[in-house]
Nanobody
Framework: QVQLVESGGDLVQPGGSLRLSCAASGAIVRFYVMKWYRQAPGKQRELVGTISSSGSTNYADSVKGRFTIFRDNAKNTMYLQMDSLKVEDTAVYYC??????????WGQGTQVTVSS
């Protein structure tokens, strides 16, 4: 069993930056793709971006050029660097590790609020 714990959510002004972390309890995650999702109030959960075990990334069009995903496999941690934040980025952000037959692991979420 792998536990994922997000941290770093906060209240930030539009145009500001924030870095989220997703710490995994097991080193097994370094062999799998990891993902960031978000869910705004009244909306469906949406994929923000993914990072492969080797560090290749993909992003949703809505965050491309503003958000950066990276990982430190030595620390079993994934990060989401968010720059030029917009009000519409307000959401609960979740990390996810779909680890095949081992399971589909999710964190508990961290709240990001962008407001002036």
């Amino acid at each position: 069993q792998v536990q994922l714990v997000e941290s770093g959510g906060d209240l930030v002004q539009p145009g500001g930056s924030l870095r989220l972390s997703c710490a995994a309890s097991g080193a097994i995650v370094r062999f799998y793709v990891m993902k960031w999702y978000r869910q705004a109030p009244g909306k469906q959960r949406e994929l923000v971006g993914t990072i492969s075990s080797s560090g290749s990334t993909n992003y949703a069009d809505s965050v491309k050029g503003r958000f950066t995903i990276f990982r430190d496999n030595a620390k079993n941690t994934m990060y989401l660097q968010m720059d030029s934040l917009k009000v519409e980025d307000t959401a609960v952000y979740y990390c996810n590790c779909p680890a095949g037959m081992l399971g589909d692991f999710w964190g508990q979420g961290t709240q990001v609020t962008v407001s002036s």
